[in-house]
């Protein structure tokens, strides 16, 4: 039961990155191509057909291994084929994927039923992970079963195309594509922090975790008193984020400064609401086996970032607030375009840095990131001091230096943004981030400078 629960979920995240991909019968599902609405139809069955064989004979070779591979091989293999799988998922998200590995590529009109039998044991992420985990099980209706319901949950996508043919236009497949392309980043992030962890056999989950230290005050120890204590700071946190963008939405340009101190006051200074990259790896690889509740404030952020792009960045975030008031006192030094475009490019280098060294264990890495030094500024430690100086140095000598360059959760939020359901589109003039039209949404904070 846990494979076919499993499997339905992944169909799930598959799902709508799916009809992206497989979205060479849209036109036939909208009748065009000069087909009439009932010839349409029975070619979309006979490709849904064939996918639906090409899915059951998986289930039958995921079976048939499963009874001829140890435990002991697959727990072996586990932490690398996790990673592996992680890694592409994440090339799927950024749409980085090798040609070999996208269905499109697959140009086969002569049959519809061969066309939806190769779209659908084509190799992608979602495919071979079921198909690995499926391994683990012993018996072939188990394993055909767990295919039959992964054909379901991604077949769901398809039957509004079915039912009403106007959303087998672009506007359908473009948030469809939006959606799967994010869930594909998510999906990522989580297999590859789950296989690095796996790796270097991270210990037993404690009842309070490190990462949300920053989010409770000291003593609250008791796993109810965290839940609520992470409640009430979420709360605040996610009013910031939904004020922050309706005034996005609304285009209030003026309101984002307002908004920015705001947020320093109440979420950097008295809070002490400090969400660096940490957090978001402990959800992605522990967010399942602990209350929802302490996620609460990742889970915002990243709500916004898919929803419209890196407002939290823009509007909320208390470094980036500090940043750029500091640079607006400074003399804004503007590097050169081809050394931004390649110190833009250097966030991500620390994102992947950050995450395998925190998924491996190494929490400390959290440490050296400007949320957790602002919030022990108080003990006066030399590292903190000296850090936070060069924080400031930099920001007034060119604004958000930190936030462009070097903020690995910016660089995960930039990933999450750059396939945002409402995307911006234009580039503002003057702006100090943004020098050509390369991953726009992802690095765009928002600022709605004219």
């Keep these: 039961m846990d494979l076919i629960v499993y499997a339905f979920f992944l169909s799930l995240t598959a799902g709508a990155y799916c009809i992206m991909h497989c979205s060479i019968f849209f036109p036939v599902a909208a009748g065009a191509s000069g087909l009439s609405r009932a010839r349409g139809l029975y070619t979309v069955l006979n490709i849904m057909a064939g996918r639906f064989v090409g899915y059951a004979a998986a289930g039958i070779i995921a079976g048939v291994a499963g009874e001829h591979v140890s435990g002991r091989i697959i727990r072996v293999l586990d932490p690398f084929v996790y990673t592996l799988l992680g890694i592409l998922f994440l090339l799927y998200g950024i749409e980085k994927i090798p040609a070999f590995l996208n269905p499109c590529t697959h140009r086969i009109h002569t049959s519809p039923f061969l066309l939806g039998l190769v779209t659908g044991i084509h190799p992608c992420p979602a495919f071979i992970t079921l198909l690995y985990e499926s391994m683990k099980f012993s018996g072939i209706f188990l394993t055909v079963g767990a295919f039959i319901v992964f054909f379901v949950g991604t077949s769901l996508f398809i039957v509004p195309l079915l039912i009403i043919p106007a959303l087998s236009g672009d506007t359908y497949r473009t948030y469809m594509r939006r959606v799967g392309l994010m869930m594909a980043v998510l999906l990522g992030f989580f297999l590859y922090c789950s296989g690095i962890s796996v790796l270097f056999q991270e210990p037993a989950i404690e009842p309070v975790p490190e990462e949300t230290a920053a989010f409770v005050p000291a ?50 200074v008295w809070l002490k609401i400090t969400p660096g990259t940490g957090v978001f790896i402990d959800m992605l690889t522990h967010g399942f086996r602990r209350s929802m509740v302490l996620y609460i404030i990742p889970l915002s952020m990243i709500a916004a970032a898919a929803a419209a792009g890196r407002i939290y960045c823009g509007y909320v975030c208390p470094v980036g607030i500090i940043a750029e008031l500091a640079g607006r006192i400074g003399p804004q030094i503007r590097l050169s375009r081809k050394v931004h475009s390649v110190l833009l490019n250097f966030k991500y280098i620390l994102l992947a840095a950050v995450v395998t060294l925190t998924a491996a264990g190494f929490r400390q890495v959290g440490q050296f990131e400007p949320f957790s030094l602002f919030a022990s500024f108080s003990s006066f430690r030399v590292a903190p001091v000296v850090y936070t100086a060069v924080f400031f140095l930099t920001a007034l000598a060119a604004g958000r230096v930190w936030c462009m360059y070097l903020c690995p959760a910016g660089a995960f939020l930039s990933l999450m943004s750059r396939n945002c359901l409402f995307p911006k589109r234009t580039i503002c003039r003057g702006c100090p981030i943004l020098r050509s039209t390369e991953n726009m949404e992802g690095e765009c904070t928002r600022c709605l400078r004219k």
């Design 219 to 268: 003593g609250d120890i008791a796993l109810s008193g965290v839940e609520q204590c992470v409640l009430k700071n979420g709360s605040v946190f996610t009013a910031f984020i939904c004020l922050a963008g309706i005034a996005y939405g609304l285009g209030i340009r003026y309101a984002r400064l307002m908004i920015g101190v705001m947020s320093l006051a109440v979420i950097g």
